[in-house]
């Protein structure tokens, strides 16, 4: 039977092959991790923004960081542990100017997600992702990588029969404006990647079939990467996904033709594609390698959050094979599907479990790497 010993040490093999001129596969996680239990249960039993939490955030970060940086992954992030209460809200979370009752995300096992509804404007940020990084950067030896959420996923928020006095032009200047800054802030911090999360593009396929409302996100999308220089973009990524919330998600059904050729559109160099949960992979590939540019980095996932099944790193390994049949090895990269825990309550998936995962993705990884002849 394999043992970790088998395997190369990404560190090791990458720093030798580094002086051959050599690289691995890169790969990096999503974002989030499932929070622990006595994390979860002091922030049900009350205000997650009291004071007194601050030492069982503080002891969830450092615990994620140390068991992260133990399965090998190169860049890490905080796990999220303490984006309240989602990766979708949590810069608007607690905003006065906000209503409980906006947009609604269904999942498939039933179950919805609200979002809130802003009631006035201005529009402002209560708080910025790089607030996340600058606790992480304490404890974390290697890069961190920074998930922001979208200008088309906060633009929801802003309710169809207007608001007097703040028009939805206004508020897109000012969406625009603070996204630019998340991004920004987080560079200044160090981020070595800011992901942009977009698993609502998927889903506007299936709220609008039509493609228009899918369309707007990406317009809208562009026009904040457009303040950024071709640089800049180039350590920019976009997180693609069916969603995943208590192991079920809410647009696998659309399929990802529909998608995939508007998303390349985006002006990112990164782009971060649930692949592993898909039921025909040498199809999506197809379509990813048609539409992908020559300048574009494809991480495709090799690890499914929302399956119990901990993949094996020879599973990982031939899944990045398939891919390299596809996608350039020099413009291939590897990821998790999504997030192991987006929605801060999600107990679906232990900690243990999300860190076997990685800890797969990265052994499997190096074992393709091996196999392609990149180390
Ligand atoms: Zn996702």
Redesign the pocket.
Same mark, same amino acid.
């Given at each position: 039977m394999a043992t970790a010993f088998d395997y190369p040490s990404p560190a090791r093999s990458g720093s030798t092959a580094q002086a051959a001129g050599l690289n691995m596969i890169p790969t990096e996680p999503?974002g989030s991790l499932p929070r622990p239990a006595t994390l979860i249960e002091a922030v049900e039993r009350g205000d997650a923004e009291d004071a007194r939490l601050d030492q069982l955030y503080d002891a969830a970060i450092r615990d994620t960081i140390q068991r992260f940086e133990a399965t090998g992954s190169p860049v890490i992030t905080d796990g999220e542990q303490r984006k309240y209460h989602n990766f979708w809200t949590y810069c608007v979370h607690g905003l006065s100017n906000t209503a409980p009752d906006g947009f609604k995300i269904p999942f498939a096992a039933g179950h919805t997600r609200r979002m809130p509804r802003l009631t006035a404007g201005p529009f402002r940020y209560k708080r910025y992702a790089d607030s996340y990084l600058e606790v992480a950067k304490r404890y974390a030896t290697v890069p961190i990588k920074q998930a922001v959420i979208s200008p088309s996923a906060l633009s929801l928020m802003y309710p169809v029969e207007g608001i007097p006095d703040y028009s939805r032009g206004e508020f897109i200047d000012d969406l625009l404006a603070e996204h630019e800054l998340e991004i920004r802030r987080c560079f200044d911090k160090g981020a070595h990647k800011v992901q942009i999360?977009f698993?609502e593009g998927r889903l506007a396929m299936k709220v609008d079939p039509s493609g228009e409302l899918l369309h707007s996100f990406i317009d809208l999308n562009n026009l904040a990467l457009s303040r950024f220089s071709r640089e800049e973009r180039q350590r920019i990524g976009v997180?693609t996904?069916p &969603?995943?919330d208590r192991d079920s998600t809410h647009s696998a059904d659309v399929d990802y033709s529909e998608l995939l050729p508007s998303l390349f559109q985006l002006r990112v160099g990164n782009f971060y594609i649930?692949l592993a949960g898909e039921t025909d992979r040498a199809r999506v590939l197809k379509t990813i390698r048609q539409y992908m540019q020559p300048d574009h980095r494809v991480f495709v996932g090799v690890v499914a959050p929302i399956d119990p099944h901990v993949e094996t790193a020879e599973e990982v390994r031939d899944r990045i094979l398939e891919a390299a049949e596809y996608i350039p090895v020099a413009q291939l990269g590897t990821t998790d599907d999504? &997030?192991f825990s987006?929605f801060s309550d999600d107990t679906s998936t232990t900690r243990d479990t999300a860190f076997a995962k990685i800890r797969a993705r990265v052994q499997g990884t190096a074992l393709a790497s091996k196999a392609l002849g990149t180390v």
């Open positions: 999503i999360d698993t997180h996904c &969603g995943g649930a999504c &997030g987006p």
